[in-house]
C-alpha cells in the first residue's frame, strides 16, 4: 500500500503516537469517521502501518462510499499475503459484494478455493457465491428488461447506433432473449447490421425456434442454434481463397479485400449467396478495393450483370457496416 513519503526521516514521538491512536480509535466508535480516517492517515504518514491501522482505514473508507479507494488499498494488500490475508480477502469480497460486482467476487471465490481455503471459510466463502450468482442473474434480468424497452423504441425511432448499442449490451451480460427479439429480425425499420448481431445473439443463447429474417428484400426462414458461425461458414473460406494472390503482391489491397469480403458476409448474415457465386463475388469485392485504393485497372472485359450486382452490394454493405461500427 502507498504512503505518504513527505516525513521520510521524521519521527513520530512514541506520546503523540499513542494519542492519535488513541484518538482514531474513539472517532472510529463515535462513528465519526472523517476525523478518524484523518488521523489514521497522519500515523500511515509516518510509516506506522499496523494491521489494526489498515483495518481501521478500511473501515472509514467504506463507511464513507469511498469504494473504489478501500478497493484499491484490498487488492494490493491481498498481493502480501501475510498472515492477516483472510481478514483482507472478506473485507474485499464484502465490497465486492456492496458495490454490486458479482462476477469479480465470484472469480475471485473461485480462485481462494482454487488455492485451498481454511475449512471454518469455506461455508462463508460457498454462501457469498450463491447469493451472488442469484443477485448477478437478478441485476440482469432488471437491466435487460429496461434495455429491452430502449430496444423497442429505438426500432420504432430506427435509432440505429441505440439499436447496436443496446443488443450488442445485452449480449455482452449474456440475457435472455425474450419474445419481442425474433420479430425484429423482419422489422424494415431495424439496421441489417443490428439483425446480425441480434441472430449471433440468439444462436449464442441457444435459441432453437425457426425465425424469419428480412434482409434486402429477401427473406430466410432459420434456427438460430442449428446456424454456423460467420467464421465458419463456407463462403469465406471459398472466397478468401480467390483473393490470397493479391497477397503477395500487393498486401494493403489485400487487406482492403478482406475487410470487404467480410463486411459483405457479415451484413448479410445470414443471407449468403450460394458457392457457385464465389468466383464472381471474389472479383467483384477485388473491383471494388482496387477502386478504393485508386488502383490503376488494366483494360478488362466488362463487368457481367452479377458481378455489377455484387460490386454494388459491396460497396453498400461497406458502408453500412461502417455506419454502425467504428475500426
Known amino acids: 500500500m502507498q504512503q505518504h513519503t513527505e516525513k521520510e526521516n521524521v519521527i513520530l514521538f512514541p506520546k503523540w503516537k499513542d494519542v492519535l491512536e488513541e484518538e482514531s480509535v474513539q472517532a472510529l ?11 489514521l492517515d497522519k500515523l500511515l504518514s509516518y510509516h ?6 489498515i483495518i481501521g482505514k478500511l473501515i472509514c473508507l467504506m463507511e464513507l462510499d469511498r ?17 492477516h490475508y483472510y481478514h ?3 473485507i474485499y469480497l464484502t ?18 478455493f482454487e488455492m485451498g481455503v481454511p475449512s471454518p471459510l469455506e461455508e462463508q466463502f460457498q ?16 437491466r435487460s428488461s429496461s434495455q429491452l424497452n430502449g430496444l423497442v423504441q429505438a426500432a420504432e425511432e430506427e435509432d440505429h447506433q441505440e439499436q447496436w448499442r443496446i443488443v450488442e449490451s445485452l449480449r455482452q451480460m449474456s440475457a435472455l432473449p425474450t419474445k419481442t427479439i425474433p420479430p425484429m429480425l423482419a422489422n424494415e425499420k431495424v439496421h441489417p447490421v443490428v439483425k446480425t448481431v441480434i441472430m449471433q445473439w440468439l444462436a449464442e443463447s441457444d435459441y432453437n425456434q425457426e425465425v424469419s429474417i428480412h434482409k434486402f428484400g429477401r427473406e430466410r426462414i432459420v434456427t438460430p442454434s442449428e446456424l454456423e458461425k460467420l467464421d465458419d461458414i463456407a463462403i469465406l473460406h471459398q ?20 475487410k470487404l469480403l467480410f463486411r459483405f458476409l457479415y ?13 464472381q463475388l471474389a472479383e467483384a469485392i477485388k473491383h471494388v478495393g482496387q477502386e478504393y485504393l485508386g488502383i490503376h485497372m488494366e483494360e478488362e472485359s466488362p463487368q457481367s450483370e452479377k458481378m455489377q450486382q455484387f460490386s454494388e452490394e459491396v460497396m453498400l454493405c461497406d458502408s453500412l457496416y461502417l455506419s454502425i461500427i467504428e475500426e
Do not use: G
Open 127 to 142: 454462501q457469498l457465491y450463491t447469493m451472488s450468482s442469484k443477485m448477478k442473474a437478478d441485476l440482469t434480468v432488471e
Open 267 to 279: 451484413v448479410h448474415y445470414p443471407i449468403l449467396p450460394p458457392s457457385e457465386e464465389v468466383f
Open 48 to 53: 506506522i502501518r499496523s494491521h489494526e491501522i
Open 29 to 39: 466508535k463515535d462513528k465519526r469517521y472523517e476525523e478518524a480516517l484523518s488521523k
Open 67 to 83: 469504494h473504489t479507494e478501500a478497493q484499491e488499498i484490498c487488492e494490493e494488500l491481498l498481493t502480501e499475503k501475510d498472515e
Open 239 to 258: 472466397a478468401r481463397s480467390l483473393l490470397e494472390e493479391t497477397e503477395q503482391k500487393n498486401p494493403t489491397l489485400f487487406d482492403m479485400l478482406e
Open 95 to 112: 465490497i465486492l459484494f456492496q458495490t454490486n460486482q458479482y462476477e469479480l467476487l465470484m472469480e475471485q471465490v473461485d480462485y481462494e
Open 88 to 90: 483482507y480477502v472478506h
